[in-house]
């Protein structure tokens, strides 16, 4: 069974501009979830996607936005990108939510 | 609120010696509690998992770690590390009252000597 994917593995943007990330998830799997990941704070939930409905939400600007596909794929979005967004973005895929969860490598931002 | 505490930064073992990382969490429910690893530039790596019945929970690579509730600890162990042990390792909490959310303590990063 193919694992968790994340596209792009590495992205490079501006101040300003704003980025889209792309998450696949384990077949089978409905429920996936966006972390940031920044040497000062450590691993922090962005929020969490299930059946197309966004179910949980961590303490982040509305900057930050996501979405899920029909087909469980996922986009996370975030707009007017700052230098403080640079960070690993990990995604995560579980059957429901309440299991344990199956990580992709990451998206690696860095905004300059 | 859901937290972990992993009280150790960093660890150096040396290789065919013993580890246990610690893990402490708060959890207004039943918890359900995670060992992940993670290798530099990679993604998280389940190790394993609690979610309730045998407190000693056995996972990959060797690895075990024991729930105990009345010390609100999961602590992860292994008898014999190996250098490619080395990585860090982090500690989740989750339960089923937050959809999807795992708080996951700072990390304990291992290294192993030679």
């Known amino acids: 069974k193919a694992g968790v994917t994340q596209t792009p593995r590495y992205l490079i943007k501006t101040r300003g501009q704003q980025v889209t990330l792309s998450c696949s998830p384990i077949?089978?799997?409905?429920?996936v979830s966006w972390y940031q990941q920044t040497p000062g704070q450590g691993l922090q939930f962005l929020f969490e996607y299930f059946s197309e409905t966004q179910r949980n939400k961590g303490n982040f600007p509305g900057r930050f936005s996501g979405r899920q596909f029909s087909n469980s794929r996922s986009e996370m979005n975030v707009s007017t990108l700052e230098l403080g967004d640079s960070a690993l973005y990990l995604c995560?895929?579980?059957?429901?939510?309440?299991?344990?969860?199956?990580f992709g490598p990451g998206t690696r931002l860095t905004v300059l | 609120a859901q937290s972990v505490t992993q009280p150790d930064i960093h660890i150096t073992v040396s290789e065919g010696a013993s580890l246990e990382l610690r893990c402490n969490y708060s959890?207004?429910?039943?918890?359900?509690l995670f060992w992940y690893v993670q290798s530099p530039g990679q993604g998280l790596q389940l190790l394993l998992k609690?979610?309730?019945?045998?407190?000693l929970v056995q996972g990959i690579k060797g690895f075990e770690a024991e729930f105990k509730r009345s010390q609100s600890s999961f602590n992860l162990r292994k008898p014999s590390v190996h250098w490619s042990d080395a990585a860090e390792y982090f500690c989740a909490v989750g339960g089923d009252t937050n959809a999807g959310k795992s708080t996951f303590g700072d990390g304990t990063t291992l290294t192993v000597k030679p």
């Open positions: 959890y207004g429910a039943t918890p359900y």
């Open positions: 077949s089978g799997h409905r429920s």
């Open positions: 995560a895929s579980s059957l429901n939510g309440y299991n344990e969860q199956f």
């Open positions: 609690y979610f309730s019945g045998d407190t």
